[in-house]
Structures are given as C-alpha cells and as structure tokens.
C-alpha cells in the first residue's frame, strides 16, 4: 500500500550486541532503501543499556515501543558489569518475553552446503542437514509450582490443550513453508503430559495433510540429531526438550555466532535475535561474528513480514560471504565485525546492480 510504514523496534543491547546489529540493520536498511519496503528502525536502550541510562534494563520507553511496533530486533543482553545491579540485564529480557507473550521459539540450525568442514561432526554425516526446533516457551516443568525443604524438592510439570494446539500450529506453518516434515519429539512412554501432547499433535496435524508428521522419544532424537540429523527438517518440542536439543543442535554449524532465532506470541511483534549471548569477553573489539544477527534479520524479513524473496537475497549473500572465505576469529578468521558486514552488503549490492 502507498507510504505503508513498519516499524522495528532495534534493541542493540550490551555487549557485542550492538556491533552485530549495526551490521545487521545496515543489511536491511539497504533492502528497504532499494525495494522501498518502507521498513522504519527506531533504537531504544535495554538490558545493560537501559540500566545505564534509566536504572532499568526494560524501560518503559522501550516497553511501550515495543508492544506498538511490528517487529522487535535484538542483539543481546548481560554481563559481569551489572552483575550487582538491581536488576539484572537478564531480567529485562525475560519481562520482554513475557510481556510479548512469546510462547514458541524457532532456532533454525544447519550445516552449510560447501562448509561442512566447519561442524564438529564427520562431513559425510553432516552433509544436508537442516533442522528446525520449534520450542514451546511457556509452558512445563520451568513454569510448574516448585517446593523445595532440606531433603525434598519437586518440578510440576503440566501442559493444557490450549499450549500444545498453539504450538503445534506454530511448528506445522513452520513445515508448510520449508515444504516437508514436522517430528514431535516427547516421552509419550512414560510422561502423562507427553501423552497429552502426542494426541493433541496427531489432531492438530489433521489440519495440515500436505505436511508429514512423525514421533520420537527424546532419547532417541538426541541419538540421530548427531547420528543422523539429516532426517529432520522441524522438530517441535516442549519447554525443557527444546531448551537441550536446540542448544546440542547450534553446535552442528560450527558456531554460535552464525545462528538466528525468532520468537513469536499469539498476535503482536515477533522478536528475532541471534542465538548468542552478550560475549562480554570480546566486546569492543569488533571481533564478534555478526552473521547469526545477519540470519536473525533475514528472518525478520521472511517470518515477520513474508517477504521470501528479499529474506533469500540477503541469505544467500551471508552464504556467499562465508563460502568466497571470509572468516571471523570464532571460526579461525581475521575478518572484523565490520568488514564481515560490508562484505556481505557488497554482495547484495552485486545482486541489486
Ligand atoms: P555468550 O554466547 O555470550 O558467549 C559464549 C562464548 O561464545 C564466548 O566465548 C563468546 O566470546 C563466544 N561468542 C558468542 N557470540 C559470539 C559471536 N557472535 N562471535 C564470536 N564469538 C561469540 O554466552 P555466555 O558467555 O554464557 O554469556 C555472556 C552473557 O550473555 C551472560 O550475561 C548471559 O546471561 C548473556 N546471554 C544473553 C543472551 C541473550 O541476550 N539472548 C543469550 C545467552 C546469554
Ligand atoms: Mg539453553
């Protein structure tokens, strides 16, 4: 429509936060100056930042352009620096979440055609794979009454119809747009509430007939993901799963720092971030790998906003990049920060000529 205007809320944050989101807004700055896709960035202070400039690391400036924008874009938040701070950088994070109602995370992990030397696994096993976790954020034993005395404690662990439909949903759209499977992962052979999960699953996905659907226990996922990723594509999950198997699953590229993630509500701005922390060990130095906050953008472009196209021109530039060889230092490189962004803002401009 004429003079439609989206607004993005960018959170640098602390840390390495705001060197790779520099790089990664930049990225989409230029996509909107070209396409004229009307994307409008508006910078507000958080975590440590927030602290520093208003003792809080969720303001509630912030706060409140964010509930009213139509996509949040962080970089990352926490460290030793505000370790005796009120409030913690983390705090602010998890009121975000909460006040966002973000209830599903999807970390996309894989390996890249051309880089497989740069996973930990063998190339002949790494070779392909390209997986989805589609976490449930809300619900489960990290949400569940907790008692705890000198010689006994408990985790309850619960789950509604209503928390396993929505991400259910969540992680068949998912598998609609990257065209093929969702693997439900639980532990239906003991656990009531994986019982629960795995009917409403199977009901859910009555709903999608163009999208396959199998189960596995989480043991045996946690087997193939290093034996065999390449037989997933989305794997949806509860909570305290998703929180192990995604974290085993980022280490398969090769780097933390090459990975993205988006984190959606039932309606509201999604957020999407890199899946690293703050690195307060290597701030400042622009050394930081920017690519995973690069991915994070591209995501915004394709989950939050459904333009496919332009989220794959500024993907394939970031692969580019990476496979003409430049390297930041976590992946054995001396390409900066900066020069890895304007490297990759190169090859898209190659590809806007
Ligand atoms: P981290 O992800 O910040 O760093 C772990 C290791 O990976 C460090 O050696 C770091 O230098 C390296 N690393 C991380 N991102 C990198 C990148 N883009 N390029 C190159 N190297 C990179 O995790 P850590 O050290 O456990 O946490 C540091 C702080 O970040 C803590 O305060 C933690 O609470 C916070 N944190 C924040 C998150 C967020 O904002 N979403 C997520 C995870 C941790
Ligand atoms: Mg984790």
């Known amino acids: 429509g004429q003079d439609q205007v989206t607004r993005i809320v960018v959170l640098p944050g602390d840390g390495i936060g705001p060197e790779v989101t520099n790089e990664a807004i930049s990225c989409l700055e230029m996509l909107s100056d070209h396409f004229e896709l009307g994307l409008r960035f508006e910078e507000h202070p958080f975590g440590g930042a927030g602290i520093d400039a208003h003792g809080d690391p969720l303001p509630e400036t912030t706060l409140h352009a964010c509930r009213n924008s139509d996509a949040v874009f962080l970089g990352a938040v926490g460290g030793p620096k505000w370790d005796k701070a009120e409030k913690r950088p983390e705090v602010g994070l998890l009121g975000l979440r909460s006040a966002l109602g973000l209830f599903a995370n999807l970390r996309p992990s894989r390996v890249i055609p051309g880089l497989e030397s740069f996973s930990p696994l063998k190339a002949s096993i790494a070779t392909g794979a390209d997986v989805l976790v589609v976490r449930e954020l809300t619900g489960g034993l990290y949400f569940g009454e907790r008692t705890q005395s000198d010689d006994f404690a408990s985790d ?128 400042g130095l622009d050394i930081a790998n920017p690519a995973g ?61």
């Open 156 to 283: 309850l662990c619960t789950y509604s119809r209503v928390e396993v439909e929505r991400i259910a949903h969540v992680a068949f759209q998912e598998a609609r747009r990257r065209g093929s499977k969702v693997t439900s992962v639980d532990k239906a052979n003991v656990l009531a509430t994986s019982k629960l999960w795995r009917r409403i699953v199977e009901e859910v996905a009555a709903g999608y007939p163009d999208v396959t659907l199998d189960h596995m226990y989480v043991d045996a996922a946690a087997m193939a993901l290093v034996s065999a990723p390449g037989r997933f594509d989305v794997i949806l999950t509860e909570n305290l799963f998703g929180d192990i198997l995604s974290d085993q699953l980022s280490v398969i590229g090769g780097s933390i720092g090459l990975l993205g993630s988006a984190s959606r509500g039932a309606d509201g701005p999604m957020m999407f971030e890199p899946i690293h922390g703050s690195a307060p060990d290597i701030a």
């Open 293 to 353: 906050a690069i991915a994070s953008a591209a995501m915004l472009l394709e989950i939050g906003l459904g333009l496919h196209e332009h989220a794959a021109m500024l993907n394939n530039a970031l692969e580019q990049v990476l496979l003409d060889g430049a390297r930041t230092a976590d992946l054995g490189g001396d390409s900066t920060c900066s020069s890895f962004g304007a490297q990759v803002r190169e090859k898209l401009q190659e590809r806007l000529d």
